[in-house]
């Protein structure tokens, strides 16, 4: 998956809305937060632990949240310039 594709599936799948979870992204059509989920992952729930804890979720849910963190780590962490060795 492209950064460009895996976007915009994030953008039908993650969403924001002020009247929802205050503003937190979350999974379109549930109150499941993209915090959530990732601290599910970094704790070492597996996907199917995920999707039973939260069944409003779909396997596409998930793999929106890494692509999403994944994207926010490359926009956040900047690779330093190295110095060039003659």
Same mark, same amino acid.
């Given at each position: 998956?492209? @950064? !460009?594709? @895996?976007? *915009?599936?994030n953008r039908d =799948? #993650? /969403? =924001?809305d002020k009247? #929802?979870? @205050?503003g937190e992204p979350v999974f379109k059509g549930t =109150? /499941?937060? *993209? =915090?959530t989920v990732l601290a599910s992952l970094a704790d070492g729930n597996s996907v199917e632990e995920i999707l039973a804890d939260f069944p409003s979720l779909k396997a596409e849910d998930i793999q929106a949240a890494i692509a999403f963190a +994944? +994207?926010? !780590?490359?926009e956040d962490l900047p690779v330093p310039e190295v110095p060039h060795i003659r």
């Open positions: 998956m492209s @950064g !460009a594709t @895996g976007n *915009l599936k =799948r #993650i /969403v =924001r009247e #929802i979870c @205050g =109150r /499941v937060t *993209l =915090r +994944a +994207a926010s !780590a490359e």
